[in-house]
């Protein structure tokens, strides 16, 4: 006859044994999670979450423009030489402050309001062709930081011959936070807006000489080529 003691010893080995099993079941999802899942899950989440909050600013910024400007004059007054030409231009500070303000209101208003969820499918974890798009979705919360900026900068672009674009661009950036479990992340989102935008044409002059040689973007064999454009001389 075996004794009590004798008895436990088989049931207490079994549970040794599965006790290791869970710990060695926990550490290899914790390692998974971590190293694997959480590194390919971030950068995708944060492109959806770009992409949703960039369309979400561009609409407050557009629905702003059509109640509040009519156009380029609202925000930039050319001012004209005696030869007709532009001699400067002056941005209108306070018509772009109130802009800048009323947007970021809007923006924190309408943003941080609630939670954002972006839903990615599991074989995009997987990093191939073959799975992406497929399997269950995994959901990720994502909050809009009240810490939401506005601000103008003015860009002036080569449009032709002594023409010059001028662009006026409301840039808004927004702090984001992921909310994944045990994993918070935070990111930037950038968006761009032209709210205004114009030639200024110059006089039109009657030659012009382009020189390639300080350009870096040419090939090695044109580096000394001049192009001269004379104009015609009276027979000269």
């Not at 156009?71 to 306070?94: H, I, K, M, Q, W």
């Not at 941080?112 to 974890?125: A, D």
């Not at 399997?135 to 080569?158: H, M, W």
């Not at 709210?195 to 040689?213: F, L, M, Q, S």
């Amino acid at each position: 006859m075996l004794s009590c003691g004798q008895k436990r010893k088989p049931k207490q080995s079994f549970l040794a044994k599965f006790g290791v099993f869970l710990l060695f079941l926990s550490v290899s999802t914790a390692l998974i999670y971590n190293l694997q899942i959480i590194p390919a899950l971030i950068p995708l989440a944060k492109a959806q979450c770009v992409t949703e909050l960039t369309a979400a600013i561009n609409a407050i910024i557009r629905e702003k423009m059509q109640t509040e400007s009519d156009g380029y004059s609202d925000f930039v007054r050319l001012t004209y030489g005696d030869d007709g030409c532009v001699a400067s231009l002056e941005t209108n500070t306070p018509q772009i402050a109130r802009l800048t303000g009323d947007v970021v209101t809007e923006a924190v208003g309408r943003l941080t309001r609630e939670r954002m969820t972006v839903r990615i499918p599991l074989g995009n974890l997987s990093g191939g062709a073959l799975l992406t798009g497929k399997g269950p979705d995994i959901k990720v919360k994502l909050a809009v930081s009240q810490k939401i900026t506005c601000d103008v900068r003015n860009e002036f672009y080569e449009s032709g011959i002594n023409q010059t674009l001028h662009r006026v661009v409301a840039c808004v950036e927004a702090e984001v936070y992921a909310l994944i479990p045990a994993a918070t992340q935070k990111f930037t989102v950038k968006a761009d807006y032209c709210i205004a935008e114009t030639v200024i044409i110059g006089k039109v002059p009657d030659a012009y000489t382009k020189i390639n040689r300080f350009a870096d973007d040419i090939a090695e064999s044109e580096i000394d080529d001049i192009y001269d454009f004379g104009a015609e001389t009276d027979g000269k």
